[in-house]
């Protein structure tokens, strides 16, 4: 054998080799298990293409920072926060093909293409008749209360947003919310803690008259009750309640898709569903919805109004054209519709959702296996501290959420919200202080934003200020806005 000859055997060998290695792969593949499948890290199911810096500050300019912004988190300048929980709404990095779908947005005023493949988009998740754009989530609902509200109505929910019920009682009704009791226990593990309490529902109904009641909402998942979701079960038997009694049964969908995986998840008889087709079921049992697209449709603006029924449509129209814009573009330009539109495919990933999910489970197991009290299981978009819990010496009335959160600032950079005594507390007759039933730090996790060693230096930090529980005091108001 000759040297070219060997070389050629050689070659000959190692296409064998690697031809076999790839038969291994494909091996894997027709049998339907995804090459990563069985492996215990689940990755973040994408790459980054662009990037944005982030700012890093001394512990001595984070304290002059809080000083200067009253200690006050809102009113800290975001390029001077190294992790921003604040919130996950509006705050999603979108995709390559999302962006693509900016440059070609088209903003003709009426019967634009973008609008028509937003509508399409929304048409095949939710299957209602018409859909109509909103500048956000609050615009949506502020168009359908105007239509439905007014003193002497009553509107029921598992719970209400801040925003829906604002609507509501700006509109002169009244809201009630009937959440389930595993739902008020926040160290109580149940699947569905989002639910309704459908037994006070109907006696609810009975009371106040089903002529005086509306609409009931269901808001999936239940961003105030912790980001917990709402089983298919509970949704079908509300909506049965709102069919018997001839009440509308809507749905707050801003996190439809993230509901739906848990049903996928948790809900006997639906792990071989998609969460395409689980999401079309929950939309199917409604006769409408109001969305903000800055959650699960991965935009940074934008919402909608959803429904069935042409005459009241009609006048849902009529106030978008005055509030909002025409009713191919509503509050959003053409290309924002197209990021929504592409933006509501992709959230339906599963990769994408196995990925969500288990980010936020997999801080909520680092920070209890340290002993951090919190609200479980781990919600859908964000992880509640216990506030209450994690600064004992704190009462309400001297704010302890307040505390947490500024100590996580003054420790690492990261900024949480009170959901507290600060933001639901009430005065009695007498200026007391009348305490909300939990003291949570909300640290909400923006969508695609941050990778698993951002989650790790979260922990860290808030770790840290654990250990040093014990140094920390409360806070008093300084000055209150009159309204
Ligand atoms: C459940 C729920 N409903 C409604 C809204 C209001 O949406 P937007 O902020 O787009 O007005 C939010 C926002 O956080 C929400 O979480």
Request: proline share 4%.
């Amino acid at each position: 054998m000759d040297a070219i000859q060997i070389i050629i055997s050689l070659v000959l060998s190692f296409s064998i080799v690697l031809s076999l290695v790839q038969l291994e792969c494909w091996s894997a593949w027709l049998s339907g298990e995804k090459l990563s499948e069985h492996m215990a890290t689940i990755i973040e199911p994408f790459r980054i293409k662009s990037v944005e810096p982030l700012n890093f500050t001394s512990r001595e300019e984070r304290s002059d920072i809080l000083k200067n912004a009253d200690h006050n988190l809102f009113l800290v300048h975001s390029d001077h926060v190294l992790i921003d929980l604040l919130t996950d709404s509006g705050t999603s990095a979108m995709s390559a093909k999302q962006w693509a779908g900016i440059m070609v947005g088209d903003e003709s005023y009426a019967g634009s293409p973008s609008f028509y493949r937003f509508e399409e988009a929304t048409r095949k998740i939710t299957g209602f008749k018409h859909v109509i754009p909103t500048h956000q989530g609050r615009a949506a609902e502020k168009i359908i209360f105007t239509l439905l509200g007014g003193k002497g109505k009553y509107f029921v929910s598992n719970t209400f947003f801040d925003t829906t019920r604002g609507n509501i009682e700006y509109s002169g009704a009244e809201a009630h919310d009937f959440l389930t009791e595993a739902g008020k226990n926040p160290g109580l593990i149940a699947d569905f803690k989002g639910n309704m309490d459908t037994v006070a529902l109907e006696a609810f109904i009975r009371e106040k008259g089903a002529e005086n009641i509306p609409m009931c909402v269901m808001t999936i998942t239940n961003n105030s009750g912790g980001g917990q979701p709402v089983s298919m079960q509970n949704m079908k038997e509300t909506a049965a309640i709102c069919r018997k009694y001839g009440i509308l049964f809507f749905i707050d969908a801003c996190r439809f898709a993230e509901n739906s995986y848990f049903i996928k998840l948790r809900e006997k008889g639906y792990a071989d569903k998609s969460v395409l087709e689980i999401a079309q079921e929950t939309f199917s049992l409604a006769d409408g919805c109001t969305i903000s697209a800055k959650k699960d449709a991965l935009v940074n603006t934008g919402g909608f109004l959803a429904m069935n029924d042409d005459a009241m449509t009609q006048e849902a129209k009529n106030l978008l054209i005055i509030t909002e814009g025409f009713p191919t573009y509503g509050g959003l330009a053409g290309r924002d519709l197209e990021a929504i539109a592409q933006g509501l495919e992709e959230v339906l990933d599963e990769d994408y959702l196995r990925y969500r999910l288990r980010s936020i489970e997999y801080m909520g197991e680092k920070l209890s296996a340290a002993g951090i009290p919190m609200i479980l299981p781990t919600g859908g978009h964000a992880l509640y501290l216990d506030a209450k819990a994690f600064m004992p010496q704190i009462p309400p009335h001297e704010f302890p959420g307040v505390a947490l959160a500024n100590a996580l600032y003054l420790q690492g950079g990261i900024r949480g919200v009170e959901i507290g005594s600060l933001m639901f507390g009430k005065y009695d007759a007498d200026g007391g202080h009348v305490a909300p039933p939990m003291e949570l730090v909300r640290l909400a996790i923006p969508r695609r934003v941050y990778t698993q060693s951002h989650i790790d230096y979260v922990c860290e930090v808030i770790i840290e200020v654990f250990q040093q529980r014990e140094q920390y005091s409360g806070y008093r108001i300084a000055y209150e806005s009159p309204c």
